[in-house]
C-alpha cells in the first residue's frame, strides 16, 4: 500500500510558517494570546505571556488564580 502524503506534509509546513510568523508578531508587538480551559481550570499561553509576565514555562504552572498573580493589583477585578 502507497498512500502520497505530499499535500498533508504542505499543509503542516503551511501550519508551521503560520505559527512562527504569529509568535514573531507577537514577539515585536509584545502581546501574548492564552485561553483558558474552564473545566479545568488550565490555561494554555503563547510564549510572549510568559515573557511578558516574566515567568519561566517550564516552571510556571498556568492555573487561572495563578494567571491572575501575575496581574497588577489594581487590574485583577477588571479582569475577572
Not at 485561553?35 to 510556571?60: K, P
Amino acid at each position: 500500500m502507497v498512500e502520497d502524503i505530499t499535500e498533508r506534509k504542505r499543509a503542516e509546513e503551511a501550519l508551521h510558517e503560520n505559527q512562527s510568523a504569529l509568535a514573531k508578531a507577537q514577539q515585536i508587538a509584545h502581546l501574548g494570546n492564552w485561553r483558558l480551559n474552564v473545566e479545568t481550570n488550565q490555561i494554555t499561553c503563547s510564549d510572549e505571556v510568559y515573557r511578558i509576565f516574566g515567568v519561566n514555562s517550564a516552571e510556571f504552572q498556568p492555573t487561572l488564580e495563578a494567571f491572575f498573580e501575575c496581574f497588577h493589583p489594581d487590574d485583577v477585578e477588571f479582569a475577572r
